[in-house]
């Protein structure tokens, strides 16, 4: 059995400096792909650097960058990948942002922007960047991480779940449009799992008492594998 399956792959995963993004970022790394990891915070990413050499993976590549401060600029992301690396084989979107719980009429303007700038806008700039790469690649792979509070609407969730709503009809529609290629697209939802964005929403939970990022992230990691062939589904953890 090959323990290195991601070996040679270049892999692009956004919010990667903690919970379910720094725990995949471990995971292929140790599976052998080499990770480009985005998310806000230069220290975050050093720390899951660190862990990913700490479990035998290379090191990683670590791009400090708000993806919505900095929106324009994420369109010339997939590009230098190709320029420095030769190929992006993987996209992983993983990066969200709750925003406040707060009734539909009361969301704040800059937060409804903030919300809408990472869990959608980013992912139409990503798809736009990455899309020519993975295409080019043998074995193109990518995954959104959605929620489940797409199909259950709940009070006060308005802008978080109309916004992963929005992303999952971007990225299905996406899918169709290069079903004909060798990219496949899906997405992922992790269900309940004990992150920052978790702990905000449920702050009386005992974390220990649900799953953690490194119970899911083989999951995503198995969406990235090059023999994979789902396509344009939402797979949800078990």
């Not at 190709?82 to 992983?92: N, P």
């Amino acid at each position: 059995m090959n323990d290195k399956p991601l070996q040679g792959r270049v892999a692009l995963i956004t919010g990667a400096s903690r919970g379910i993004g720094a725990a995949l970022a471990v995971e292929m790394a140790r599976q052998g792909a080499h990770c480009v990891l985005i998310a806000r915070t230069q220290g975050g990413l050093e720390e899951t650097d660190d862990a990913i050499r700490a479990a035998g993976g290379q090191g990683a590549t670590l791009l400090p960058f708000d993806l919505v401060k900095n929106e324009a600029q994420i369109d010339s992301i997939g590009p230098s990948i190709v320029e420095r690396f030769g190929r992006l084989d993987i996209l992983v979107h993983n990066a969200g942002e709750l925003g406040k719980l707060t009734p539909v009429a009361h969301i704040d303007p800059k937060d409804w922007a903030n919300v809408v700038g990472v869990n959608l806008t980013a992912a139409w700039r990503l798809i736009r960047t990455c899309d020519p790469p993975l295409r080019a690649s043998d074995a193109g792979r990518a995954v959104f991480v959605t929620s489940g509070r797409v199909q259950r609407p709940k009070a006060y969730w308005g802008a978080y779940g109309a916004t992963k709503a929005g992303m999952e009809h971007l990225v299905q529609t996406w899918a169709q449009e290069v079903e004909k290629t060798s990219l496949r697209v899906n997405l992922f939802d992790p269900a309940v799992v004990a992150t920052r964005l978790r702990s905000s929403a449920m702050p009386g939970e005992d974390p220990a008492s649900i799953a953690q990022p490194a119970d899911v992230a083989p999951m995503i990691a198995a969406l990235c594998q090059p023999n994979l062939t789902r396509h344009g589904e939402t797979v949800a953890a078990a």
